[in-house]
């Protein structure tokens, strides 16, 4: 995956015109459809209990304009399943089920529309979602970044690596790391990426809480210097931060590297760790998606969705205000 190479990222996003469209909100779709996901493993329960529901989840953000669709690996780890007394075979069974769930979704809707003539849609790419430690330790630390003094660069390897292995095996188009709160996790993964030799494109994404710096404190000016020294990062970005914090972050990103920017925000509402319910806050309606998609892509995004709270409606708005372009 060396820089210079055209990535079917690269190709993805040519054909949509420059701007390629990221899938919304996934476990808030799904509980829409009545999953309970109020679990240690958060949407990734549903790889257990209703794996329908992951096809149905991904097909409705297909239909909805998505380019990408990001599998349900957010918060799907061996760890998390060993401690729900999962075998390992069957916690990889699992996270493979994730990939192929989304390939299937992908192949059978574009084998559908492709009958269609004229139609709008691009053929979609997979990527499997990685979400940071502090997605697997349920406490919200995504967010703050604050993974305590006893965890360093190689627990965070150690903790990344099997799963990583594992979805690349299955064959997604692409790997989304979600939600890092802190450059010690991105040294992490772009070293993961070196050591495990991965030939497919990747993006990394940090969550914010500020709107100025990573969770952690971190600046973005740090986190991203460790991020342009790989050449197995395609892009980089935010995801479920809220949506008025992101073209100022487009604008210091593109100061910052040249790897494609890639965003996705939440709703706006804020995630309360501690009793696992999102609480009402500044939220930003699929109109307001709309024209802030058009300004992101202006900013110099190439890849815009939507992450938490959002919905396909809110992709549909992303989309049509990306495809009817200038
Ligand atoms: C993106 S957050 C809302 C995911 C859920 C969180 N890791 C938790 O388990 O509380
Ligand atoms: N891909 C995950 C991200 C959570 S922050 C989801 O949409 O559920
Ligand atoms: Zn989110």
Not at 112 to 136: D, F
């Amino acid at each position: 995956m060396g820089i210079g190479k055209t990535t079917p990222l690269d190709e993805v996003i040519e054909k949509a015109g420059g701007c390629a469209v990221v899938d919304g909100g996934f476990a808030t779709q799904l509980e829409s459809h009545g999953a309970d996901i109020n679990d240690p493993l958060w949407s990734a329960l549903c790889l257990i209990k209703d794996p329908h529901l992951i096809k149905l989840v991904h097909m409705e953000y297909l239909e909805s304009g998505a380019d990408i669709l990001v599998s349900s690996s957010y918060q799907a780890t061996l760890p998390g399943f060993l401690s729900r007394g999962l075998s390992i075979e069957e916690g990889e069974t699992l996270l493979k089920r994730s990939v192929k769930l989304a390939v299937e979704a992908r192949d059978s809707f574009w084998d559908s529309i492709s009958e269609t003539p004229g139609h709008g849609y691009n053929r979609a790419l997979v990527a499997a979602s990685i979400g940071s430690y502090g997605a697997y330790l349920a406490d919200g630390s995504e967010y703050s970044g604050c993974y305590g003094p006893d965890v360093g660069l190689d627990k965070l390897k150690d903790f990344h690596r099997r799963r990583l292995q594992i979805l690349v095996e299955a064959g997604p188009d692409l790997l989304a790391f979600e939600t890092i709160p802190n450059k010690l996790e991105a040294q992490a993964c772009i070293e993961l990426l070196e050591e495990e030799n991965i030939q497919i494109p990747s993006w990394i994404c940090f969550s914010s809480v500020d709107g100025v710096n990573a969770p952690s404190g971190e600046s973005f000016k740090e986190c991203l210097d460790t991020i342009n020294k790989s050449d197995k990062v395609n892009a980089v970005g935010i995801n479920c931060a809220p949506p008025h914090f992101v073209e100022a972050l487009i604008c210091k990103f593109s100061k910052l590297t040249e790897k494609v920017i890639v965003v996705y925000p939440n709703s706006g509402e804020v995630w309360d760790g501690r009793d696992k319910r999102w609480l009402p806050s500044k939220c930003f309606n699929d109109d307001k998606f709309e024209c802030y998609a058009t300004r992101w892509r202006a900013s110099g995004a190439k890849l815009i969705g939507g992450c938490c709270r959002t919905t396909p409606s809110t992709v549909q708005a992303i989309s049509k205000a990306l495809k009817e372009r200038s």
